[in-house]
T-cell receptor
Framework: DQQVKQNSPSLSVQEGRISILNCDYT??????FLWYKKYPAEGPTFLIS?????DKNEDGRFTVFLNKSAKHLSLHIVPSQPGDSAVYFC????????????FGDGTTLTVKP | GAVVSQHPSWVICKSGTSVKIECRSL??????MFWYRQFPKQSLMLMAT?????????EQGVEKDKFLINHASLTLSTLTVTSAHPEDSSFYIC??????????????FGPGTRLLVL
């Protein structure tokens, strides 16, 4: 049973437009959510996170929205840039142990110039 | 920022040999490190949690005798794949949680090690 799902394996957007990456989870115990960015042959890098006490967190061009009732979160990138092209992983954890995060399968974002 | 290194980045070995992968936190101390495995086009799967000075905690389905983890210091954890077989070929990634930022829910990942067992 996959507890964190990213249903879109890939997404292609034009430079300057908005990229929206989606993530769904099933475990109601999850209360902390993270997004990571990963380039090929590299480890993931932390992008942005959100606690379940919030419904939005913003950091520059990146905004994460959390809908607890729908068990859904999304990452918005505005404006999208070619350098944003990478695999984006959604991760969720219960409690403060972010190390035991459960990851989604990732969404490959391609931003076209 | 916090840097985590892994060595080697690439390893090719014959079936039946053992391979050791090192994970180092370069500019911070990490009481806890994590080892992940990633298959092509799949998610990162947590294999085990490595705690400095104590035995690692393995996730369900991960053979602890197959994947030996040692966390001898606050900056080094090693994963040894014993008697490797082709099905062990994968991308192994470690991560470390900052000691001083234990309350901040982030972890820093190494660049990964690609293992190919022939």
């Amino acid at each position: 049973d996959q507890q964190v799902k990213q249903n879109s394996p890939s997404l292609s957007v034009q430079e300057g437009r908005i990229s929206i990456l989606n993530c769904d989870y099933t475990n109601s115990m999850f209360d902390y959510f993270l997004w990571y960015k990963k380039y090929p042959a590299e480890g993931p890098t932390f992008l942005i996170s959100i606690s379940s006490i919030k419904d939005k967190n913003e950091d520059g061009r990146f905004t994460v929205f959390l809908n607890k009732s729908a068990k859904h979160l999304s990452l918005h990138i505005v404006p999208s840039q070619p350098g944003d092209s990478a695999v984006y992983f959604c991760a969720a954890s219960a409690g403060t142990n972010a190390g035991k995060s459960t990851f989604g399968d990732g969404t490959t974002l391609t931003v076209k110039p | 920022g916090a840097v985590v290194s892994q060595h080697p980045s690439w390893v090719i070995c014959k079936s039946g040999t053992s391979v050791k992968i090192e994970c180092r936190s370069l500019d911070f101390q990490a009481t806890t490190m994590f080892w992940y495995r990633q298959f092509p086009k799949q998610s990162l799967m947590l294999m085990a949690t490595s705690n400095e000075g104590s035995k690692a905690t393995y996730e369900q389905g991960v053979e602890k005798d197959k994947f030996l983890i040692n966390h001898a210091s606050l900056t080094l954890s090693t994963l040894t794949v014993t008697s490797a077989h082709p099905e062990d070929s994968s991308f192994y990634i470690c991560s470390a949680r900052l000691l001083r930022r234990a309350a901040k829910e982030t972890q820093y990942f190494g660049p990964g090690t690609r293992l190919l067992v022939l």
